[in-house]
Every structure is written in structure tokens, then in C-alpha cells.
């Protein structure tokens, strides 16, 4: 249960109100948004507060600045792209604090919105600056403080902390949304559940690693970090990413996984094989590496599959993807589950397709996606972490064919191991 208070539950009517968003979406070269998932996501929440006549401020932060004048980096583009969604004139103010911002919203009247410039413009807002996030009060003339980014609470920052700490703050309805589902499905998820992690770095994944390997039935290794706990079993990956710091580490994780094994019915998957490469590049030349020398018939989905038999990855190649025989067992192994949480993707999926929506390697994801969506037949939960697997699917269109798509990337796998979010935290109880 949610133990923040919510819009619903604090009076807002007439207020005006500042609105913490999450808008760092991406963008695409001209500078118009690329996916407006996680804007489409916080009009719920702009919406209730309108009907509340509230007066809406909002504040985001938009990639990372390398100075004021980063217009890279601009809200400038967000900001169009909500007025459309919500076919109204949203003000956008080039500032965020400062007389330019107290100008823009001296006059504003119930329903307005106003959209400030990204707050990582100034450093303070990383530094959690009590000064800086009293200035943006002073500035809008807030009266209540909303957050709503949940791709952000897990930074205690001046527009995540400190601010919540000047005047009420509540949640939003997509926050309470996010923790709501996160926090049950990792409670009380209905088995079986199947974890599927991805991603390069053991170290990013870590806790959630620990955190499956205790309840999970099936867990499944994926992507690049797949690369580190092949070569801590011995097996060549040739020029692959690998974390080499976390090889012990990957290791440790093993013989919990054998001690786990000997406890309870568990099943811990690495890939059997995998897409290879020397170059990270859509026209480049791939094969099939089948490290556990796996008999496969069916590979019509992937590169084409070299003439002589291969078993193990050259000195110059580099394992991009899960090959055809892990992808089949992974999405058969999905057929069996009532619920899965998948967070990383299995391949290089940021390379583009030659000819198609599905670049080389991306066909484990695809794979995977097939199988949550019931393509085969049975449609387990899904609940989809933030960052690179939610970029895929967003990407692909595909976001509403899944139970539940984070818009949080490390905030997501923090609430996933169990830890606090300093962002959360911070706002009223239901009980004050």
C-alpha cells in the first residue's frame, strides 16, 4: 500500500501548484521529442489538478547540460509537444528561477500551465541546494509541491528534497501508480516468476540479482553482463564486454545460485549461445556461437549461420546477442510463468536495421517481447523496469501490449531491491 498522500487526498483546489515531471525523453536531431511516452504518462496527474482549478508550474530536467547555455538540453521542445498532447497553450519560460518566472506567473488563472526551463541548468539542483529549491518557491509563488517523476525520487536532489521539505508536498497519481505496482509485484507476485535481467554492468544489478535469486522461480542473465559470468565459467568470449572487477562477484552470485538449486525447485539460465560480430555495425558480417554446442534447427530469424561448426567466440569477435537456442528457451520458459520482470535488454539493440524495424542484434529482445505478449500462446504478467528495455519498447510502439511499463530507469531497480527513494520518502504521509 502507498503511504504518501496523493492529489486526491490533500486540498489543492484553486492552489497553485508545482508539478515535479519526469521529461527526460528522448529526442531526435531537429529537436523534436522522439517518444512522448513519459509526458503521455503525467497527464493524468496535469489533469486532476486542472480540475481542481489548480495552477500549474512545472519543472523537469532534460539529459545532462554541459552548461546554461546547452540548448540540447532545452524543455523548450517538451513543452510544445504538451500543449499538443494536451491541446492547450503551455507557457514555456527560458528560466527557472528569477524575475523572467514571477512575470510569467503573476496572472496565472485556474487551469494554466506553465513549463520553467530544466533545472539542471543550474548546479545547485544536483547538489540538493536548500537556497536554490527556495528560489524556485519564491519565484512561481507555489503553494503545494506535487511529485510525479518517478524516474527521479531515487536522487535526493533540490527538486526531488529539498524543495518537498518547504512546503506540503504530495504524490502524484502516476508516482503512486509506479510504486503501487513495483512494490506488489515484488511482495506478492503470483508464481511462478521469472526474473529476466539484462544490462552491461553486474554492478547496476546487483541487489536485484540477490533480491531474484531469494524469490524468484526462473532467473535469466542477459545482454553484456551475461559476458562477465560466461567468462567467470570458463567459457571464451573473445573481445566481448566484460566487467572484469566483477568477476569474483559473478562468482559469489554462482554459488548462491548452487546453494539456492539444492534448497528449492530454481532455475538459473546463461545463454547457450549467441550472435557474434567484430564491429558494432548493421551491414557487418554475423554468425551463431554455440558455446554449449547445442543442436539448432530453426535459426531462420538470425544471421545466417556459418558452414562449419562453431563452438566458441574468436579473438576479435564480440558477443552481441543471445543466439536462436537461449532466446527459444527463454520464451518457453515464459510459456510456464504467471509473472515476469524483465529489466535490460538481451542484445546490442541500439544498432539499426538494415532493412526493417529489427536491427542484428536485436532478436533476443524480440524474442522475449514475442513471448510476454502471448504470441505463443500463454500471456504471463509483465512488468517492464525503465532505461534501455522500456527505450525498446517505446521505440517499437509497443508499450500497451505489456501489464506495466516503468518510466523509471534507476529509480525502478531501486524500488526493485527493496530500497528507499529519498524522493518518496519525503512527502507527507497519509496519516499527517
Known amino acids: 500500500m502507498f503511504r504518501k498522500k496523493n492529489i486526491h487526498e490533500f486540498d489543492l483546489h484553486g492552489k497553485r501548484v508545482l508539478l ?28 486532476a489538478l486542472q480540475e481542481k482549478g489548480c495552477q500549474i508550474v512545472i519543472i523537469s530536467h532534460l539529459g545532462r547540460p554541459k552548461g546554461p547555455d546547452d540548448k540540447s538540453c532545452s524543455l523548450k521542445p517538451i513543452a510544445r509537444e504538451l500543449s499538443k498532447l494536451l491541446n492547450q497553450s503551455v507557457l514555456f519560460v527560458p528560466e527557472c528561477v528569477g524575475d523572467s518566472v514571477k512575470r510569467a506567473t503573476a496572472d496565472m488563472q485556474a487551469g494554466d500551465i506553465v513549463m520553467l526551463e530544466n533545472v539542471r541548468f543550474h548546479p545547485e539542483e544536483e547538489k540538493n541546494d536548500e537556497s536554490f529549491a527556495k528560489a524556485i518557491i519564491e519565484s512561481t509563488g507555489a503553494e503545494v509541491f506535487v511529485q510525479d517523476g518517478f524516474g527521479v525520487v531515487h536522487r535526493a536532489h533540490a527538486t526531488t528534497d529539498a524543495i518537498a521539505r518547504q512546503i506540503p508536498a504530495v504524490a502524484g497519481l502516476l508516482l503512486e501508480h509506479e ?33 531474484f535469486l531469494d524469490t524468484a522461480d526462473i532467473v535469466v542473465i542477459g545482454g553484456a553482463m551475461a559476458n562477465t559470468f560466461l567468462k567467470a565459467q570458463g567459457v571464451e568470449v573473445g573481445d566481448s564486454l566484460v566487467d572484469d572487477e566483477e568477476l569474483d562477484t559473478a562468482h559469489d552470485i554462482m554459488n548462491k545460485v548452487r546453494r539456492v538449486s539444492k534448497e528449492r525447485n530454481f532455475v538459473f539460465y546463461l545463454p547457450q549461445d549467441g550472435v557474434v560480430a567484430t564491429k558494432l555495425d548493421k551491414q557487418t558480417e554475423t554468425r551463431i556461437v554455440d558455446w554449449d554446442a547445442q543442436v539448432i534447427a530453426d535459426i531462420e530469424a538470425y544471421p545466417r549461420r556459418p558452414k562449419a561448426e562453431a563452438s566458441h567466440v574468436r579473438d576479435r569477435e564480440k558477443i552481441l546477442d543471445i543466439g536462436p537456442f537461449s532466446g527459444a528457451f527463454i520464451a518457453g520458459a515464459a510459456q510456464m510463468v504467471n509473472t ?3 529489466n535490460g535488454t538481451m542484445g546490442v539493440t541500439e544498432v539499426s536495421a538494415v532493412h526493417g524495424p529489427v536491427g542484428p542484434f536485436s532478436h533476443g529482445t524480440e524474442l522475449v517481447i514475442d513471448a510476454l505478449v502471448g504470441k505463443y500462446g500463454h500471456r504471463p504478467f509483465s512488468l517492464l523496469g525503465g532505461g534501455d528495455t522500456a527505450g525498446y519498447v517505446e521505440e517499437r510502439g509497443m508499450n500497451d501490449m505489456f501489464n506495466h511499463v516503468s518510466t523509471g530507469g534507476g529509480a525502478s531497480l531501486e524500488l526493485m531491491a527493496g530500497r528507499d527513494l529519498p524522493g518518496v520518502s519525503v512527502l507527507w504521509d497519509k496519516d499527517s
Do not use: F
Open 20 to 47: 515535479r515531471a519526469d521529461y527526460n525523453v528522448p529526442l531526435e536531431k531537429d529537436g523534436s521529442v522522439a517518444s512522448s511516452y513519459r509526458i503521455e504518462q503525467s497527464l493524468p496527474t496535469i489533469s
Open 179 to 211: 510504486v503501487d505496482t513495483i512494490t506488489r509485484v515484488m511482495s506478492e507476485p503470483a508464481h511462478p516468476l521469472m526474473a529476466i535481467i539484462g544490462g552491461a554492468k553486474i554492478a547496476d544489478k546487483i541487489d536485484i540479482i540477490h533480491k
Open 340 to 342: 515476469v520482470v524483465w
